[in-house]
């Protein structure tokens, strides 16, 4: 299809799998390189523009750090908090409803869905508000094929996301953090962008599900807000829809979410970054426009007062 996407970074990027199930195994795996993305097959990788030329600075991340640093609230708002609690969570069987204005509206149970898609695995570079990042192998498909199953009506103008709400499986929503069920949403264009992906799995396995199983967005030109995840909803609507984050505290947390090391959190800076599993004297480096896919996603903002629309 004319919209799949081009591949820039390399499996030498992120974690080899033996390493990212084994943090022990760092050392043993550090000389995994271009002959290990040579074997990669017909595999589709997806990929962050200019990787290439950052790759010596991109250090592995482990099973460890992927699996155990998560924000899910809904299983506690400590990071390890969602490794200890989410296994509560039932994700069999799993369908997920499709309203608003599609052509056709039902529940779409997870396994039809995926008869109909095509797998690919993207390597993204995947960034959290508190200026953590880490590189993931996501396996999944483009939100825009599942949009477009659905069919999208003339007139659709957001895409509104809803994460599964239980309470006697998620401990976490015991306390009013955030108000329950988890909501997020994205303007239409940039669902259907082709980054804008739909994860069910991390190096070909299920997510974990700490991580969003058994279904979850990963848009990495933004914050990890728009990473929600065991999405049970997706509603199309012509109305900006309510976020959790801009709902909980709207001068901090905007409807975009966008990366953009111009525009410091009210707390923090959003300038440099560190990578996850460098501990807290790790190298900061600088934090790149839209999380280094600029050329790729700034033309969807072209006009915009990115620091009113933040």
């Known amino acids: 299809m004319a919209h799949r996407w081009t591949n820039k970074l390399t499996r030498s990027d992120v974690t080899p799998e033996p390493l990212f199930l084994n943090r022990r195994r760092v050392l043993a795996g550090l000389g995994l390189g271009a002959g290990a993305a040579a074997g990669l097959g017909g595999l589709a990788l997806g990929s962050m523009p200019g990787a290439a030329q950052a790759q010596d600075a991109l250090e592995p991340n482990a099973f460890d750090?992927?699996?155990?640093y998560c924000n899910y609230y809904e299983f506690g708002t400590r990071k390890d908090d969602p490794a200890k609690n989410a296994h509560l969570l039932t994700t069999e069987p799993w369908s997920i409803k499709i309203d608003g204005m599609v052509d056709k509206p039902g529940d779409y149970a997870l396994g039809d869905i995926l008869s109909q898609m095509t797998i690919e695995e993207r390597i993204y570079r995947f960034r959290c508000v508190?200026?953590?990042?880490?590189?993931?192998p996501?396996?999944?498909?483009?939100?825009?094929?599942l949009?477009?199953?659905?069919g999208v009506q003339a007139g659709?103008?957001?895409?509104?996301?809803?994460?599964?709400?239980?309470?006697?499986?998620m401990p976490g929503t015991r306390y009013r953090v955030l108000d329950w069920p988890y909501v997020e949403g994205l303007r239409l264009d940039e669902a259907m962008h082709p980054l804008t992906m739909m994860a069910t799995?991390?190096?070909?396995?299920?997510?974990p599900n700490q991580n969003g199983a058994p279904i979850r967005l990963v848009v990495p030109w933004k914050y990890g807000f728009k990473s929600i995840k065991s999405i049970v909803r997706i509603t199309l609507t012509d109305t900006q829809p309510p976020t959790s984050w801009n709902k909980a505290g709207p001068r901090e947390y905007g409807f975009y979410s966008n990366v953009n090391p111009t525009v410091d959190h009210p707390r923090w800076?959003?300038?440099?970054e560190r990578r996850l599993g460098g501990g807290l004297f790790a190298k900061r480096q600088p934090t790149l426009m839209f999380n280094g896919y600029e050329e790729d996603v700034a033309a969807?903002?072209?006009?915009?007062?990115?620091?009113?629309n933040y």
């Open 156 to 169: 659709a103008k957001y895409v509104a996301f809803e994460t599964v709400y239980r309470p006697e499986e």
């Open 201 to 207: 799995g991390i190096y070909g396995k299920p997510i």
């Open 130 to 136: 508190e200026a953590w990042s880490m590189v993931v």
């Open 300 to 308: 969807l903002y072209d006009g915009m007062d990115l620091k009113a």
């Open 138 to 145: 996501w396996n999944g498909f483009e939100l825009a094929d």
């Open 269 to 272: 800076s959003q300038a440099t």
């Open 147 to 150: 949009l477009n199953l659905a």
């Open 65 to 68: 750090d992927i699996t155990s």
